[in-house]
């Protein structure tokens, strides 16, 4: 974990070393990086690693970030994506310099291939996919020269000129890397560069019948664009050769640099597209932006706000061995970002009706509630009391232990910033349930504070009954049980049940605004909040960003 300087965003890291050195020795002038997510699905809080490492390090160096989409793979990509790709990086507080396709480059890939042809480093092969994977060989076995490798460059170009004029069916033929069949790394062994298929693409339409690969288009879109310092996960280590080798080999406007660091692997949580669109698609969520999701636009639903997810990937640093960070690490970033800027406000998710049986039915007051314990500058707002108020379920109880410092008859409690009150009496209904309690308040303890001396161990929150807003509360929690769904065999099995509670009867201080741009409350004791979108002031919605506490560290010790 990276240490010091958590809240200048500028912690240092192996590739901060790498670009030091390079503007060091003049390799460099002006460092330029680039996000590269493919548009086909959201962006989760493992994009968020790379977001706030490559824009983070354009903006630190003076240099600047492009937000480029990798759309090689005609069948998955959606503009729906583009779109929320787009909102969560602008979320996420970055700019970027420019904002390509890798497809808006098919024309100059497709004459780099030709200069491949031309110099006799790539071929057309006619194999089939399965005789292409046969000939590969293994990890163990190196591979066999297939039976095309030597066309002659005067027919290779015309067939990849064919295959690009729509005069073969999908997997007909491939244009293939002339590298070493024999070679240690598989990557090597004459990747496939370019496939036949007829797919509409998002970007451009029906032109193109051949795609170009990943390997291939990615180190040329960073060539054109200038990228000095294009930076990815660990997967792609085995796969430098290739995008070396491709520059190695071609005239480019620039010569890039790959340097890998380890993805980030959240407990409790899956940063597989695939896996989320699964989420989706089958219904376990409301949709991508669940709340309940990993994804940026879940988080940002949920309540996270951009400054928590920048410190959370300084708190996890850069390396270059992968590890799996504790849902606390994420947990903790938030809580500490919240605490210093949510509004605290009173609301009951579980009402009890207390009636205060002297305090008159025609009065009302007020009482004022400090809007931050800690910063005078939030203000204050008013709180209004009268004879009937909802407290919490949870802090009544009949037969109470001594330890149990809330209310039980007989007992006294002080209502936050209002008056202490003292159960009288247990009204219930024909079921024998707690339908409400009737309570005595002291008028000498108007304010909250003692009027004789005499200690009141607990303090609750409340809420008017005659002034309190409706409302329904999300209450959220982690979407699976286990640190690590991804590898269950079956992510389904690991889904917490309980991930959602719907409390459909709160009831909230009526000073609780919403608004387009919402804030992030504080509801005392309960845990962060924030209305959610579909939130109406007829029918106000509120979600649980996170609760005060760390709840599952019991859990976790007790297991
Ligand atoms: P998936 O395999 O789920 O589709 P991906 O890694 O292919 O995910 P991309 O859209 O290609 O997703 O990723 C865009 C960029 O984000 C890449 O540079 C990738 O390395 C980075 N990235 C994706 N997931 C993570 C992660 N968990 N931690 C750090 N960086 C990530
Ligand atoms: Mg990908």
Redesign the pocket.
């Known amino acids: 974990m990276s240490d010091s300087s958590a809240d200048t965003g500028e912690s240092s890291n192996f590739i901060r070393d790498i670009i030091d050195a390079d503007l060091a020795s003049g390799k460099v002038s002006t460092v330029v990086t680039r996000?590269?997510?493919?548009p086909?699905?959201y962006l989760h809080i493992?994009?968020a690693?790379?977001i706030c490492l490559n824009f983070g390090i354009a903006r630190d160096y003076n240099g600047y970030c492009n937000l480029r989409f990798?759309d090689t793979n005609p069948e998955k990509e959606e503009q729906e994506y583009i779109d929320s790709i787009r909102r969560d990086v602008e979320w996420l507080g970055f700019k970027w310099h420019s904002n390509p396709f890798a497809s808006d480059y098919f024309d100059q890939l497709y004459d780099y291939a030709i200069g491949l042809i031309k110099q006799g480093k790539a071929y057309v092969d006619s194999q089939s996919a399965d005789e292409i994977r046969a000939n590969r060989g293994t990890l163990k076995t190196p591979g066999v020269d297939g039976p095309y490798r030597n066309r002659s460059i005067e027919e290779n170009l015309q067939l990849f000129e064919a295959m690009k004029n729509d005069e073969f069916a999908d997997g007909e033929h491939v244009l293939r890397a002339k590298i070493d069949m024999q070679s240690p790394n598989i990557n090597m062994r004459d990747p496939v560069l370019y496939r036949i298929r007829h797919v509409t693409h998002h970007n451009t339409g029906d032109k193109w019948c051949i795609y170009p690969l990943y390997d291939f288009t990615h180190g040329l879109s960073d060539a054109i664009e200038g990228v000095t310092h294009s930076l990815?996960?660990l997967e792609f280590e085995d796969h430098r050769p290739l995008y070396d080798w491709i520059l190695d080999n071609l005239e480019t406007p620039s010569r890039p640099e790959q340097t890998e660091f380890a993805?980030?692997?959240l407990e409790y949580s899956l940063?597989?597209?695939?896996k989320l669109n699964a989420l989706v698609t089958e219904g376990h969520v409301s949709g991508w932006d669940d709340p309940r999701m990993l994804t940026i636009s879940g988080m940002r639903r949920r309540g996270f706000t951009p400054e928590s997810i920048a410190n959370f990937c300084d708190m996890i640093g850069i390396t270059k061995k992968y590890s799996t960070i504790e849902m606390g690490v994420l947990e903790t970033a938030l809580r500490d970002d919240l605490n210093t800027r949510a509004v605290r406000r009173m609301a009951v998710i579980n009402p009890l009706k207390v009636v205060i049986e002297n305090y008159p039915e025609d009065q009302e007051e007020v009482f004022s509630g400090a809007n931050h314990p800690q910063n005078p500058d939030y203000g204050s707002r008013e709180v209004p009391f009268a004879r009937e108020i909802y407290i919490e379920r949870d802090d009544f109880m009949e037969d109470a232990p001594r330890k149990f410092f809330r209310l039980s008859p007989g007992r006294e409690v002080r209502l936050r910033f209002a008056c202490y009150i003292t159960c009288k009496e247990v009204v219930k209904n024909a079921a024998g349930e707690i339908e409400s309690l009737i309570c005595t308040y002291d008028p000498e303890s108007r304010g909250g504070s003692s009027p004789d001396g005499r200690k009141v161990k607990g303090t609750i929150h409340w809420v008017s009954a005659r002034h309190a807003v409706a409302a329904t509360v999300n209450l959220y929690d982690r979407l699976f049980t286990v640190p690590n769904p991804g590898a269950a065999q079956d992510f389904h099995q690991a889904l917490n049940p309980d991930s959602r509670i719907v409390m459909d009867n709160a009831m909230l201080e009526p000073s609780i605004e919403l608004t387009d741009n919402p804030l992030a409350y504080q509801f005392e004791r309960l845990g962060y909040f924030i209305s959610d979108y579909d939130s109406t002031s007829e029918k106000p919605i509120f979600n649980r960003t996170m609760t005060l506490r760390d709840s599952w560290a019991k859990i976790e010790q007790s297991r």
């Open positions: 996000f590269p997510p493919e086909n699905g493992g994009h690693k790379s990798d990815c996960t993805r980030l692997q940063t597989s597209k695939r």
